[in-house]
């Protein structure tokens, strides 16, 4: 009986090893992440969810955020792009920002090249991962939609992404087998992206950091090091938006942290993905100088010489 039971166990660790190393099987992770723009007031969320039980009751499932600003498909790029490098390969992601819901937009999974998927509207929302897509593929939406919801127009989120999502993560549904193959090609946003020229740097206002309001920049830490740019120095801040100024040389310390300054006082630093960052000290830098985010909001900086006045 004990050597039938070693043989036994041996069997089933030699055939999960195989499920787990076959190209193109997904699951062994079964981790399912969810975003969008639905908020949680009503039942979209728990219809998704329920779909995914469905698929797969051990399916562990977690949501990245529902709070995204309705039809802001520039927010659920960046939350994407904040989110997925820190989770494990052969995560999949679904990503519901879809204002174009029912129409001739199309929908795609991208793998990247961490091993994680993203299932979602190709809307651009997958602009901010596209550097590291190493393939996307076509959902073919009639074959891989949730039966029995063919007339249903209006509710992709459920009735394609979620499920297909899930059977992704539940190994039931390999990656090649969504759809053809689009290589790497996928919706773009505009982005601009960030410069250096002598002194002075260039960026875009990338998101808000809710619920705080302080303002992330695209404008990396290594820019800032190239720059010269020291904890202790003040930088010269200029933002506007579609070429109109909202602030125009304010001069901000740049320090580690918010409470290196008095409170309601402005503060640079590097947020938590070592890029340039602006806020108040408990109060929102965002609301006091109405500051939005994406194409079209550019921030500068520059460093003010040591001891000298900025100007």
Same mark, same amino acid.
């Given at each position: 009986?004990?050597?039938?039971?070693?043989?036994a166990?041996?069997?089933?660790?030699?055939?999960?090893?195989?499920?787990?190393?076959?190209?193109?099987?997904?699951?062994?992770?079964?981790?399912?992440?969810?975003?969008?723009?639905?908020?949680?007031?009503?039942?979209?969320?728990?219809?998704?969810?329920?779909?995914?039980?469905?698929?797969?009751?051990?399916?562990?499932?977690?949501?990245?955020?529902?709070?995204?600003?309705?039809?802001?498909?520039?927010?659920?790029?960046?939350?994407?792009?904040?989110?997925?490098?820190?989770? /494990?390969? !052969?995560? $999949?992601?679904?990503?519901? #920002?879809? @204002?174009?819901? &029912? %129409?001739?937009?199309?929908?795609?999974?991208?793998?990247?090249?961490?091993?994680?998927y993203?299932?979602?509207?190709?809307?651009?929302?997958?602009?901010?991962?596209?550097?590291?897509?190493?393939?996307?593929?076509?959902?073919?939406?009639?074959?891989?939609?949730?039966?029995?919801?063919?007339?249903?127009?209006?509710?992709?989120?459920?009735?394609?992404?979620?499920?297909?999502?899930?059977?992704? /993560?539940? !190994?039931? $549904?390999?990656?090649?087998? #969504?759809? @053809?193959?689009? &290589? %790497?090609?996928?919706?773009?946003?505009?982005?601009?992206?960030?410069?250096?020229?002598?002194?002075?740097?260039?960026?875009?206002?990338a998101?808000?950091?809710?619920?705080?309001?302080?303002?992330?920049?695209?404008?990396?830490?290594?820019?800032?090091?190239?720059a010269?740019?020291?904890?202790g120095?003040?930088?010269?801040?200029?933002?506007?938006?579609?070429?109109?100024?909202?602030?125009?040389?304010?001069?901000?310390?740049f320090?580690?942290?918010?409470?290196?300054?008095?409170? &309601?006082?402005?503060?640079?630093?590097?947020?938590?993905?070592?890029?340039?960052?602006?806020?108040?000290?408990?109060?929102?830098?965002?609301?006091?100088?109405?500051?939005?985010?994406?194409?079209?909001?550019?921030?500068?900086?520059?460093?003010?010489?040591?001891?000298?006045?900025?100007?």
């Open positions: 009986m004990r050597r039938l039971l070693r043989h166990t041996l069997a089933l660790s030699l055939l999960v090893g195989a499920v787990a190393t076959t190209p193109g099987v997904i699951g062994a992770q079964g981790l399912l992440v969810l975003q969008s723009d639905f908020g949680t007031r009503d039942g979209a969320v728990a219809s998704m969810k329920g779909v995914a039980t469905g698929v797969d009751p051990a399916l562990r499932i977690f949501d990245l955020t529902h709070q995204v600003e309705p039809y802001d498909i520039w927010e659920a790029a960046y939350r994407l792009r904040q989110v997925t490098p820190f989770w /494990a390969k !052969g995560t $999949v992601f679904v990503s519901i #920002v879809d @204002p174009g819901v &029912g %129409t001739a937009r199309l929908g795609v999974v991208a793998r990247l090249r961490g091993g994680q993203i299932v979602t509207p190709d809307n651009g929302t997958l602009t901010l991962v596209a550097d590291d897509v190493e393939e996307v593929r076509l959902i073919e939406l009639e074959r891989q939609r949730l039966p029995g919801s063919e007339r249903s127009h209006t509710f992709h989120g459920r009735d394609v992404f979620a499920y297909l999502g899930a059977r992704l /993560a539940a !190994g039931k $549904v390999r990656f090649e087998e #969504v759809g @053809p193959s689009r &290589g %790497t090609q996928l919706v773009r946003l505009p982005v601009q992206a960030p410069v250096q020229r002598g002194p002075e740097l260039t960026g875009m206002v998101m808000i950091d809710r619920p705080y309001g302080n303002v992330w920049t695209n404008i990396p830490a290594a820019m800032i090091d190239a010269g740019v020291r904890v120095d003040t930088l010269v801040v200029s933002v506007a938006h579609d070429g109109h100024s909202l602030i125009a040389s304010m001069r901000v310390p320090a580690e942290s918010f409470g290196h300054v008095a409170v &309601g006082q402005p503060v640079a630093y590097l947020n938590s993905l070592l890029e340039l960052a602006v806020a108040l000290n408990q109060g929102s830098f965002a609301e006091r100088w109405a500051i939005g985010t994406g194409p079209g909001w550019v921030i500068t900086v520059r460093r003010a010489p040591r001891g000298g006045s900025g100007r």
